[in-house]
């Protein structure tokens, strides 16, 4: 089976070579010296400050939420916060987890994030915070969402999973916002097994952020805030400096699987459009949404019958999920793009990315194609068997 996700291993000498460090000193966790290169490392490459390594990506959300008050005793009673439901169900579990409830706008139909445009008609009083993704490493309208945020009043704190490397306008993508969050799960391309971390714009929120995560302690004799353990291991900034040391060499498969599939289904398929101002890519993922969801699930069908992964992400958009939200109306772009998206294999190789070509080929007719006439997409053109089409099976 070719995976929609091949996790990069590092060499294991190298991996060895920390690990024995870490055995010598007897130091597991605990903001141990490999947590604390691993952090310098990671702001330099990154160009950023205020760097807080945790243990997951949704711990970081959920940490940044009580940080910067949108949780806990200094949030409102009734919290609510508003984020897109085109996304992976952490960042709005994340919100649910912490007592706040989501509240779901709507995205942009080219860029696939949240529109700025959907934020003010849902803020309340009880709206401390607004939660945008830059879904597969591709910004927000980070501008019009500041813009929004400063007007009423809100924290804005960025579901960055994806953004890892990825720069606009001359600067690193997570230094938008009060704080951002990253995921270094194992699907991510620069990874430390589990694990994640949080960009503060503030030191101050970095400082509250540190005594959250070591379970409120701001010494050995005192506690100062309700916390939680969300501290990274040792061991998994290990892996982590391992992975920064051959980032090219992990990034490589990846960002020529990305290219190859932009060249050859631009102009048959839509594609998520790029915000002005990105620099480069994160290569995560290469999503492409097909004409409708019966076509998307006849090509997913033919995929996996080839012995070829492709994942829908994300379905279902999150305000369909009740646990989630009892409100309507639903969203009709994320709804919709939800239901014909899906995600090709990254990251495996040459001869895979070629092998997820040729099948595609021989379902779609036509290499050329042509745009359709729905807003912000391309249309495909039919399968090789309408009938299967139209009844959405392979």
Known sequence: MIPVSRPYLPDRKKLDAYLDGIYERNRLSNNGPLVQELTHRLEEFLGVEHLLLVGSGTLALQVAYRALGVSGNAGPPQANAITTPLTFVAT??????????PVFGDVDGETWCLDPVSIAPRVTRDTPAVVPVHLFGNACDVEAIEQVAREHGLRVIYDGAHAFGVRYRGASLLSWGDAAAISFHATKAFHTVEGGAIVFRHKADLERARELINFGQSGPDRISAVGVNAKMSEFHAAMGLCVLDELEECLKPRREAWHAYETALRDCACMQRRQTGVENN???????????????????????KANIQARRYFFPALDRVPELNTSRPFSERAGDLASRMLCLSMGSGAADTQRVLETLREVLVGSGGRRGSRQGTGELPGTTDPASQADGVP
């Open 92 to 101: 709005a579990s994340s919100l649910k987890w912490e007592g706040v409830e």
């Open 282 to 304: 994160s290569y995560v993922y290469f999503p492409v949404a097909f004409e409708d969801e019966p076509q998307m699930h006849f090509i997913r069908g033919t995929l996996e």
